[in-house]
């Protein structure tokens, strides 16, 4: 099977595993495109020219909307975008920005990490590689060296001593285990570093199996409403090298998730590691494109049509929310879309070209159809077996962001029309869910674009109506109790709940215990009182745990000042260099300037406050102390979203709450401006 390819010198570059053993093969292989000219008599002479000097030739090829007259020029994209700026931008370029080892696997039909006559869209996949899990002690942001190696591989070794000998010792160790799978936490900011001391040394580093690395260079860069930062790295060839503290994938879906990726992309698993999921759904639709004989667009040459504001306002809605009724609730149950936009895609056959054509078969549909039933047959089996959860991570996060990639602007094979239409029937489905659940005596407590909380009914011939009515597949997860938590407002917020599964366990969403810019400190606080009420079956059981929750809270107030300072570090991503206002973030910058430290916008920073009033940081590596005010009150926010559960509980011993059994009239604890049984209020994203 194939382990990682590249191009290199007009070739394909193979590394081929078979065995235990590598090897490496070379395909030639030149670059071509394809040329469409809306009008090619006035552009004679550009076209005589490239085909005196590059070859180039008259032919049809395919695109999604059809068959297409132009033109076959074999050579790179420097000359595909000349061309772009002789024609005025006229040009309509096809397979310019393709990865060419990505274009060679497809049009012969493989893929890496699959077997001869395997299926790519089979769960059930061998990994077979040897590997070795490299850690280096030492601070890899301040620029220091190493105090030591740890390798485990059949044994855990830890390189001391100076740093020739345990370089020289880490040498040995990869050329005599010769691993395929290096796993290296903060790979992307040592490697460089050992590989530098390594030469300083005399010695030679063999994490490339040819000598030779890839350098995927470092951007900022904005995605979903934030600044996002990917580290450069060095790839090496022929083995693959994970960064398992900065691969998003690695830290969701492992090993699996990274192997299933290539597995479906035709990306080397180098890539699949560094590559965000939207990164990966667009590669795996050029992929389909390629191996099926459709030429990959360049820059897409079909902008959203002119509408009137009426229009666009009816249209353009984003999903559909019910704001929730701040309370405590027993006998719950979440009705959840499996996936529910790609679902719709494929359902409703929304593509590009089927918006005038819906009688045509979809591309988006077709190559989408197949992840849909990987991520059901993924989902089923990790309910009963744990080791397709990395698996299943992949596909559900590749499912999610394919929805957004038909709204980006440089999507090879997105149009906003599509991705309106499919936020539209998501509305219709919602709303449609939310009637059959009242007409079968649900209440309606809130909803979430895809899915819907509801009260008191027959769970199970509710999944039954709406997949019937939908034809959409749905799974149901039944609460002995859930907590909606209120906005400052007052209002119920969209976002932030926990509650009791029936299995015993608590789903938590929103809160201190979830956020990434939590302190270690805070969050294991609030994580052990949730621990605590985890125990309660219903609200009864709730309401008489508040007493031993209440003592957590004031245990964690009086340990607080002799909290350890690196307990208390706020990890938050930073979104520019300069600040106008002073805030923590900016305090950070100055801090990393200070000692040294090179940061770009999307990085995270940790830094402990030292003083709120002047926000006065320390790094969270140098931080010898803390504002204790400060901190108490993040942990009084912490222990507020909790106690609100426990106040309900025990207000509801008394009363007609939200939690007590009876009409759903007698349990509203706080107004709402929904008609009917419906406990919330509607609401459109924007």
């Known amino acids: 099977m ?43 002479e550009l076209l005589e020219s490239l085909e005196a000097e590059y070859g180039a030739e008259e032919c049809t090829f395919r695109t999604i909307f059809g068959e297409c007259d132009g033109y076959r020029i074999p050579a790179g994209r420097e ?28 049009g012969v039909g ?57 370089l020289a010792d880490l040498a040995g160790l990869l050329a005599s285990c010769d691993p395929d799978v290096v796993l290296f936490p903060r790979s992307d900011l040592w490697l460089p570093r050992l590989l530098s001391l390594a030469r300083e040394e005399g010695v030679v580093l063999p994490f490339s199996r040819s000598g030779r690395y890839r350098e995927m260079a470092q951007k900022s860069y904005w995605s979903y409403g934030r600044t996002e930062f990917r580290a450069g790295s060095l790839i090496p060839d022929g083995r693959i090298l ?37 990164t990966l759904i667009s590669a795996y639709e050029v992929y389909e494109a390629l191996r099926q004989g459709i030429a990959v667009p360049f820059r897409k ?46 359902a409703c056959n929304l593509s590009p070209e089927t918006l005038g054509f819906p009688e045509r078969q979809g591309f988006l549909p077709e190559v989408l159809a197949p992840l849909l039933s990987l991520r059901k047959e993924s989902k089923a089996r990790k309910a009963t077996d744990p080791a397709f959860a990395g698996t299943d991570a992949l596909l559900k996060w590749m499912l999610v962001t394919c929805f ?5 602007k440089n999507a090879k094979f997105g149009q906003i029309e599509v991705h309106e239409k499919i936020t539209g029937h998501a509305r219709e489905i919602l709303v449609r869910t939310k009637e059959i659940a009242e007409d079968l005596g649900f209440s309606v407590l809130h909803g979430i674009v895809d899915c819907l909380f509801v009260q008191d009914g027959p769970a199970a011939v509710l999944k039954e109506r709406v997949e019937s009515e939908t034809g959409l597949p749905t799974t149901v997860d039944a609460y002995d109790w859930i907590a909606f938590l209120p906005m400052p407002d007052g209002f119920g917020a969209y976002n932030r709940y926990y509650g009791r599964l029936s ?74 260099l300069r600040y106008s206002h002073r805030c923590p973030e900016a305090s950070a910058v100055a801090a990393c ?21 002047t926000w006065a940081v320390e790094l969270d590596w140098s931080a010898t102390r803390f504002d204790v005010g400060y901190y108490r009150k993040l942990l009084d926010k912490a222990w507020l979203e909790v106690a609100f559960a426990l106040d309900q509980a025990k207000k509801g011993l008394d009363s007609n709450s939200a939690w007590l059994p009876g009409d759903a009239s007698t349990r509203r604890s706080v107004p709402t401006m929904q008609t009917g049984k419906s406990r919330c209020q509607q609401h459109h994203g924007q």
């Open 404 to 408: 957004g990639y038909t709204g980006y």
């Open 242 to 278: 994970v960064d398992t503290i900065q691969s998003f994938q690695y830290r969701e879906s492992g090993l699996p998730g990274i192997i299933l990726g290539a597995r479906l992309t035709g990306l080397p698993p180098n890539l699949t590691a560094r590559f965000t999921s939207g």
């Open 503 to 576: 299995t015993g366990d608590l789903k938590v969403r929103g809160i201190a215990a979830r956020r990434g810019d939590t302190p270690v400190f805070v969050r294991d606080v609030q994580e052990r009182m949730l621990s605590t009420i985890r125990d309660a079956e219903d609200c009864k059981e709730l309401a008489a745990l508040s007493d031993r929750v209440g003592e957590q809270y004031r245990e964690a107030v009086a340990g607080l000042s002799m909290a350890a300072p690196e307990d208390m570090a706020i990890s938050r991503r930073i979104s520019r």
């Open 593 to 613: 300037t200070t000692a040294g430290i090179e940061i770009f916008p999307g990085m995270q920073v940790s830094y402990v406050v030292t003083d709120a009033r």
């Open 110 to 166: 493989q893929v890496p990490c699959c077997c001869l006559g395997e299926s790519r869209f089979s769960l059930d996949f061998p990994i077979p590689f040897r590997t070795m899990t490299v850690e280096v002690e030492g601070s890899s942001f301040r620029g220091e060296a190493f105090r030591a190696l740890t390798v485990v591989h059949e044994r855990h070794e830890r390189l001391g001593g100076p740093w020739r000998t345990a």
């Open 301 to 346: 040459s079909d902008p959203e049509c002119v509408r009137k504001f009426d229009e666009l306002k009816a249209a353009d809605r984003g999903g559909m929310m019910f704001q929730p009724v701040p309370g405590l609730y027993e006998r719950v149950y979440e009705i959840d879309f499996t996936s529910l936009y790609p679902s719709i895609i494929v």
């Open 2 to 44: 194939i382990i990682d390819t590249r191009y290199y010198r007009d070739g394909v570059e193979i590394w081929e595993w078979s065995a235990g053993t590598t090897r490496r093969t070379t395909v030639p292989y030149a670059p071509s495109f394809y040329l469409h000219l809306p009008d090619p008599a006035l552009h004679r």
């Open 79 to 106: 000359i595909a975008e000349a061309i772009e700026r002789q024609t005025g931008y006229a040009a309509q370029l096809y397979n310019v920005d393709v990865r060419l080892d990505q274009r060679y696997l497809a």
